[in-house]
Each structure stands twice: as structure tokens, then as C-alpha cells.
């Protein structure tokens, strides 16, 4: 069964990077479009970002763009995210979900629920 394990996040200030990986276990997600989703308390959980099995097609949240950018590495089952000039607002849970039958803007219409990791915490302090 595949399993994602989300890791890389922590406390930065704001400004900052940090990579958030998302590694895959078992069978390979070289077929799977794999996103990212928030959830920061007290609200809903938000789409970030998505990109597609073969990495051809990504697709962002308006809040993100031009600040985080999504990538895969099939070759290492891991999907990253690259988040710079971090900001308060980006503190939140992250995590990764895999679907092998959307694209990554269907992934942002219907954000996933079903996190294939515990989360990783990403704080962002001012």
C-alpha cells in the first residue's frame, strides 16, 4: 500500500525557506498527481499546491504563487515542496495526498482529505 510520510517542516522566521518533503513507501507515485494541503487552526483546510505524475503540470493556490513551487523526484518517490519568503499567514499543518486519476487543478477544486501522513508543522514567526 503506498504511504506518504510528510517531514522538513519547523520554526522560521518570517522571510524564511523551508522544503517539505513527501516520501513515498511501498509501490512508486510515479503514477499519482500528489499535492500539498494546509490546515491551520481554526480554519478549513486549504489547498497549496499540486503536480502532475509526470511533473509536467503543476498548478498553485493564489495565496503561494510565485513564493512556493512543487517538484517530484520519481526517481526518489518523493514530492517536494519549496516554500521561500515565508509568511505568518503560511503557519499551518502540511500535508500530502496522491491520486493517480485527477489533475493537480481538480486536486485545488476539491483539496484532498485523505492525508497519507501525519503532517508536518510549519511555524512562522514574526
Known amino acids: 500500500q503506498e504511504q506518504l510520510g510528510e517531514s522538513g517542516g519547523g520554526l522560521v522566521q518570517a522571510g524564511g525557506s523551508l522544503r517539505l518533503s513527501c516520501p513515498a513507501s511501498?509501490?512508486?507515485?510515479?503514477?499519482?498527481?500528489v499535492g500539498w494541503v494546509r490546515q491551520a487552526p481554526g480554519k478549513e483546510r486549504e489547498f497549496v499546491a499540486a503536480i502532475s505524475w509526470g511533473g509536467q503540470d503543476t498548478y498553485y493556490a493564489d495565496s503561494v504563487k510565485g513564493r512556493f513551487t512543487i517538484s517530484r523526484d520519481n526517481a526518489k518517490n518523493t514530492v517536494y515542496l519549496q516554500m521561500n519568503s515565508l509568511q505568518r499567514e503560511d503557519t499551518a499543518i502540511y500535508y500530502c495526498s496522491g491520486d493517480p486519476h485527477i489533475t493537480p487543478r481538480a486536486m485545488a477544486a476539491v483539496p484532498p482529505t485523505d492525508y497519507w501522513g501525519q503532517g508536518t508543522q510549519v511555524t512562522v514567526s514574526s
Open positions: 511501498g509501490r512508486t507515485i510515479s503514477q499519482y498527481t
